[in-house]
């Protein structure tokens, strides 16, 4: 392998560990806020699985964190978001209350910006798929980030979220 290539390629995988690094640490910041207040939640996707799955969490690149919580404490739980630093806009419009989620919640930490999908639903409604609070598989699974303890979805609901979070962006392609 050529050295200007060896090199771009040992840039890219220290950027992303700094960015794994960067989202566990901010995983535990919203664990111990939503922890703090009062609110159950559970991790869904990559910020469970980069933990669960992955030898080393930066092997599970990740545009943002998705956290699930119930539709009844998902103002409460934005509220936690901008006691710890995230710019997290209420919804404001028609479409941002039609939405499965909040609108994004963004913070800068050690020069990366870091995104939150605060999930009262983990699809969008028009996808017909209900995976809430109230249709949760227990037990949960548990796991740790940075010595704070977790919880992501048990895995079959894992895998279930996984396949029709694939599949609705296959189905574009089958037309």
């Known amino acids: ?4 290539i060896r090199r771009t390629l040992a840039a890219i995988v220290m950027r992303q ?29 990559g910020g469970a699985l980069a933990h669960l799955l992955y030898p ?5 690149p990740m545009d943002d964190l998705d956290i699930l919580v119930s539709p009844a404490q998902g103002e ?16 404001m419009s028609r479409y941002d209350r039609l939405l499965h989620h909040l609108p994004v919640a963004r913070r800068l930490r050690d020069g990366i910006l870091v995104g939150v999908d605060l999930h009262t639903t983990a699809f969008n409604s028009m996808l017909a798929y209900d995976l809430s609070f109230q249709t949760l598989a ?24 996984q396949y029709h979070g694939l599949r609705k962006l296959v189905e574009p392609i089958r037309f």
């Open 138 to 161: 227990r037990p949960l699974t548990l796991y740790q980030v940075d010595g704070r303890d977790l919880q992501a979805l048990a895995p079959v609901q894992m895998l279930w979220m």
């Open 17 to 45: 560990r700094s960015i794994a690094a960067v989202q566990a640490a901010t995983l535990g910041d919203i664990g111990d806020a939503l922890t703090g207040a009062g609110i159950e939640f559970v991790v869904l996707k």
């Open 1 to 4: 392998c050529p050295g200007h």
């Open 56 to 60: 080393e969490p930066a092997l599970r």
């Open 76 to 91: 409460a739980a934005r509220q936690a978001l901008c006691q710890i630093g995230f710019d997290a806009p209420a919804p």
